[in-house]
T-cell receptor, first 115, second 111 residues
Framework: DADVTQTPRNRITKTGKRIMLECSQT?????MYWYRQDPGLGLRLIYY???????NKGEISDGYSVSRQAQAKFSLSLESAIPNQTALYFC??????????????FGPGTRLTVL | EDQVTQSPEALRLQEGESSSLNCSYT??????LFWYRQDPGKGPEFLFT???AGEEKEKERLKATLTKKESFLHITAPKPEDSATYLC????????????FGAGTRLFVKA
């Protein structure tokens, strides 16, 4: 079984609808992240969480919200979806950083289309 | 401003034709530089972490190197299964947690 799972894998929705993307992990990592990927722009951080009680905004959090239900679960919500939120969304996890680095491990992604 | 730039955007090689991908970065206090491989429809897969200038790491046909301003991913005698997008990311050591990704290089290897 995959260490980081995302549901759904694909979703088509309409403008104004509320959407929730879910992420679960079995790696036992404390840190979880949500990114979106757009062609030519690379991965951009939406929100991140260092533990269940810690939620932080990333560089593009407007229009999104998150919930950390447990150490292993981190959900991303679009309260009122708009077409420019059409993108590939990735969840990632990491263990607390060593002195040197904090390697992130990614889920398979959710392709979201907003019509 | 912290920034990561990858070049070229796309690279087409014949099987066995060695080449290099470039990742140029500007960051306040480099903590680590990462290389990931991403196949179509999948999440990025971790390849390497480099911590300081002069460091090198190898994995099969891939070799990553690091200087104070850039990193190279050298691909020796590539095979079609090496076709993927290669992502570079840097993690800053100042201002708390921050990881910045480049846009990636799409590699196509033709048999």
């Amino acid at each position: 079984d995959a260490d980081v799972t995302q549901t759904p894998r694909n979703r088509i929705t309409k403008t104004g609808k509320r959407i929730m993307l879910e992420c679960s992990q079995t790696k036992g990592h404390d840190r979880m992240y949500w990114y979106r990927q757009d062609p030519g722009l690379g991965l951009r951080l939406i929100y991140y969480s260092f533990d269940v009680k810690d939620i932080n905004k990333g560089e593009i959090s407007d229009g999104y919200s998150v919930s950390r239900q447990a150490q292993a679960k981190f959900s991303l919500s679009l309260e009122s979806a708009i077409p420019n939120q059409t993108a590939l969304y990735f969840c990632a996890t990491s263990s607390p950083p060593t002195l040197a680095t904090d390697t992130q491990y990614f889920g398979p992604g959710t392709r979201l289309t907003v019509l | 401003e912290d920034q990561v730039t990858q070049s070229p955007e796309a690279l087409r090689l014949q099987e066995g034709e060695s080449s290099s991908l470039n990742c140029s970065y500007t960051v306040s206090g480099l903590r680590g530089l990462f290389w990931y491989r991403q196949d179509p429809g999948k999440g990025p897969e971790f390849l390497f972490t480099l911590y300081s200038a002069g460091e090198e790491k190898e994995k099969e046909r891939l070799k990553a190197t690091l200087t104070k301003k850039e990193s190279f991913l050298h691909i020796t005698a590539p095979k079609p299964e090496d076709s993927a997008t290669y992502l570079c990311a840097v993690q800053a050591g100042t201002g708390g947690f921050k990881t910045i990704f480049g846009a990636g290089t799409r590699l196509f290897v033709k048999a």
